[in-house]
């Protein structure tokens, strides 16, 4: 499609930005592509000045650019065309979804299937190859459930949410609209109890429930689990990426992001619009005051207070995180420096 229609298509989203192109240059655009892969008719973005040497090298027909007249009047030098926005990553993510939809199914009930006669299922439902769904089930409007997928009893899930291929969801589990749960993941497994006993470990069944709500979309291969009591939930539009562990009785705020192979023990209490970097991991009890950060590895063990950003293992703050990086880079001659000032003091030389 050319230029102008996608800028017509994203509607107030580009209205209310700077453009750059008139009707003797309006390319057609056939594709979205990174800015260093980008041939002509592709559209794609750069996100700020670190990324400015790119304007010089795509051969991208269009840009979305962030508000930097350097950038702009390289476009324009190399007769590119662009639009300005604060934004450009989310820009770029909206016209993508001008080119790509994800496959979706026609509704229907595929002969292999297992649903219980006592599960009820709403209009428009897709439900796959070899799916079991148990008893009291309650399955809402045009939800898709792919094949494989497996729904134990007394499940509800909400409209317009996918289940992924080989998923399972699994006793007293509430999932909220338009949630996604991709394939592998594990929902409402019973959670990590064992109390120690003199005899051995005691198993504490887990009675709980586990809630996603609205928007919710949890990754490949993770994991959340059901507590003995109570519930565990997800706040809405919280993302979880592959490979994350949310332990029993955890609380989840709204809008929070997980990223791959972040954890956290039983308890955990995560404010609104947490995130956790990769391979994080939070302990038992902690809370995350809300929009609070841990950092790629990060350890963290004492509560961290709203808006706070933490790293290394135990957790400290980012700012004196970065002091003793710097300190540990100086350890060797700090270490040289010592022995040298040992050896006068032993000389008597001090």
Known sequence: MKFSEILEKLGDAAASNSLSFNKDNDPEITEVAAVDEATKGALSYIEGAKFASMVSKTSASALILPPD???QTQAIERDIVWIVTPEPRLLFAKVIALFYHPWRPTPEIHPTAVIHPTAKIGNEVYIGAHVVIQQGVEIGTDVCVHPNVVIYPDVKIGDRTTLHANCSIHERTRIGRDCVIHSGAVIGAEGFGFVPSSTGWVK???SGYTVLEDGVEVGCNSAIDRPAVG???VGRYTKIDNLVQIGHGCQIGAGCA??????MAGGVKLGNGVILAGQSGVANQVKMGDRAIATAQA??????APGEMVSASPA???KQYLKVSAILNRLPEMYQALKQLQRKLNNGDG
Not at 258 to 263: H, M, T, V
């Open 258 to 263: 997980l990223a791959g192979q972040s954890g």
């Open 316 to 318: 400290v703050p980012y």
């Open 231 to 233: 519930e565990t939930r």
């Open 204 to 206: 504490m069944e887990q």
């Open 69 to 71: 007249e350097t950038l």
């Open 299 to 304: 350890g963290v063990h004492h509560d961290v």
